[in-house]
């Protein structure tokens, strides 16, 4: 396994994986490689990136996109979006890979890891299970228009 800071160049390895991710079960979304490579690109582009690939045997198969954020509290690193390719699910890839962030962060005098996930999906236990916890202060708004 290797993991590598995110840069342009890495792409379309991101897209790649993504596409599997989210268009595959539980997610079931319907990402076009259009619309995928220009919200990952966004996100790269943004200040205070920073991000993490994983490769296995010179194959893409995972990635977390963040930026650091400052908080009058804490520094903080929100994850924007985590995901590992569906056949590398569930082998310990996504621990290895948060792993990274909690390094960066601590390295970076970072004191507060943020994220948001469907609390209906697998994906809540994983973050669970990492000793991530729910802030019943807060709440998920948002507005149809």
Same mark, same amino acid.
């Given at each position: &396994?290797?993991?590598?800071?995110?840069? !342009?160049?890495?792409?379309?390895?991101?897209?790649?994986?993504?596409?599997?991710?989210?268009?595959?079960?539980?997610?079931?979304?319907?990402?076009?490689?259009?619309?995928?490579?220009?919200?990952?690109?966004?996100?790269?582009?943004?200040?205070?990136?920073?991000?993490?690939? +994983?490769?296995?045997?010179?194959?893409?198969?995972?990635?977390? +996109?963040?930026?650091?954020?400052?908080?009058? /509290?804490?520094?903080?690193?929100?994850?924007?979006?985590?995901?590992?390719?569906?056949?590398?699910?569930?082998?310990? #890839?996504?621990?290895?890979?948060?792993?990274?962030?909690?390094?960066?962060?601590?390295?970076?005098?970072?004191?507060? &890891?943020?994220? &948001? /996930?469907?609390?209906?999906?697998?994906?809540?236990?994983? #973050?669970?299970?990492?000793?991530?916890?729910?802030?019943?202060? #807060?709440?998920? &708004?948002? !507005?149809?228009?």
């Amino acid at each position: &396994m290797e993991k590598q800071r995110i840069a !342009k160049h890495h792409l379309t390895d991101c897209v790649d994986i993504f596409l599997k991710a989210y268009n595959s079960a539980p997610w079931n979304c319907h990402w076009t490689m259009e619309k995928a490579s220009q919200y990952l690109s966004e996100l790269i582009d943004s200040n205070g990136f920073i991000g993490f690939i +994983l490769y296995e045997n010179e194959k893409a198969i995972g990635a977390v +996109l963040a930026h650091s954020k400052t908080w009058w /509290t804490h520094n903080q690193l929100m994850v924007d979006e985590f995901f590992i390719a569906p056949e590398f699910q569930a082998k310990g #890839y996504g621990k290895k890979l948060m792993r990274f962030c909690d390094e960066y962060a601590q390295e970076n005098e970072i004191e507060l &890891m943020v994220l &948001m /996930t469907n609390k209906y999906l697998p994906a809540y236990r994983f #973050y669970e299970n990492l000793g991530y916890i729910t802030a019943d202060q #807060y709440t998920f &708004m948002f !507005k149809q228009l």
